[in-house]
């Protein structure tokens, strides 16, 4: 038996179509069909009242209900947006890792090559949070960006230990020389002394030193090159004049006959005390340290730049094992930095 709502329907729309017939052109003209089930209807009607569709018109052509597409321009831009934001923070993780990198080594006295891939994690996915889509450009980037952060690891953890290496006995053996010259100077005698040979051998004997027995003598030597030498006002005094002697007899090498050597050092040697006298104690103590100074700087400088010539920076920092280190980074920043699928 047909459904009686059903029967209206029908009967509904077969007067409204009667109606509209009757009305003539007028009617007609605010009237449009229904676009999907051709049923006339108001033109201004948002709802077929026969099938139910949403006859509402959304930008784009979207009907009324469903979502509304991004436009091409927005989504581009809204995608650069996010790759410049993963390039930046995939750049910091790199910086990051190579910062804590560098902190290990330095305070540790070691470069553990693993911590490399703690570089290429942070640079993935610093471009993971940044931009999150899976793309080969993304990874690329967050690959380079890595390898960027561990050669400026190994860059600063390569001067820091050249640094290291120029200064950390070549001081305390200078030292460790001075005081042993001290009595010498006191006494006014020669560079060439045949005493003073002695005090060559000492200044050797700390390279030669273990690392337990170099820290003990270190801390000795500094104690007294810092502040003991310098309470004594017969120090600055004696080792000034044995300097001053000094230059003004390498100044006059050449004229100098050997047999007069010591008649020589001795007229230089009284000059310069009286050089030295005319100072005062402030004077004395600041013109010492300048010359020492200066002695010490230019030994460490000159160190440095042998042991850079012999190592060299890739010889040095690059072994194999660094090497799988390395490409282990890379790839984690790889795999990690192109994302995943998504919209």
Request: glycine share 10%; proline share 3%.
């Amino acid at each position: 038996m047909p459904d009686e709502s059903d029967s209206l329907l029908s009967d509904l729309m077969e007067s409204e179509a009667a109606a509209a017939t009757s009305a003539g052109p007028d009617l007609a003209a605010n009237q449009k069909l229904c676009p999907s089930c051709k049923t006339p209807m108001a033109k201004g009607a948002a709802k077929c009242v026969h099938c139910g569709h949403d006859c509402i018109a959304r930008p784009g052509g979207a009907a009324a209900g469903a979502p509304a597409k991004k436009s091409g321009a927005r989504k581009l831009a809204i995608g650069g947006g996010k790759f410049a934001l993963g390039c930046t923070l995939s750049a910091a993780g790199a910086l990051v890792g190579a910062g804590i990198w560098y902190a290990i080594a330095v305070n540790a006295y070691v470069e553990i090559g693993y911590v490399a891939w703690a570089v290429g994690l942070l640079a993935g996915f610093g471009m993971l949070w940044g931009y999150g889509k899976q793309d080969f450009l993304a990874a690329l980037v967050a690959t380079g960006m890595a390898l960027g952060g561990i050669f400026a690891a190994k860059w600063m953890i390569y001067n820091k230990f050249i640094e290291l290496a120029g200064t950390s006995r070549v001081a305390t053996a200078f030292y460790t020389e001075r005081r042993c010259q001290e009595p010498f100077d006191r006494r006014g005698l020669p560079d060439w002394a045949d005493e003073r040979v002695v005090c060559e051998d000492v200044g050797s004997e700390v390279f030669e030193m273990s690392d337990r027995e170099y820290a003990r003598h270190d801390d000795e030597v500094k104690s007294w090159a810092e502040d003991a030498r310098w309470q004594d006002p017969e120090y600055a005094k004696s080792s000034l004049a044995v300097h001053y002697a000094s230059l003004s007899l390498d100044d006059a090498e050449e004229t100098i006959e050997p047999e007069r050597a010591d008649e020589a050092w001795n007229k230089a040697h009284t000059d310069a005390l009286a050089r030295v006298e005319a100072m005062s104690h402030e004077d004395r103590v600041a013109e010492a340290k300048r010359i020492e100074g200066d002695w010490v700087n230019n030994v460490v400088s000159g160190m440095q730049s042998e042991i850079a010539e012999e190592a060299g920076f890739f010889k040095m920092m690059f072994s194999p094992i660094d090497g799988l280190f390395v490409l282990l980074a890379l790839g984690t920043a790889l795999k990690i930095g192109g994302g995943h699928d998504g919209d």
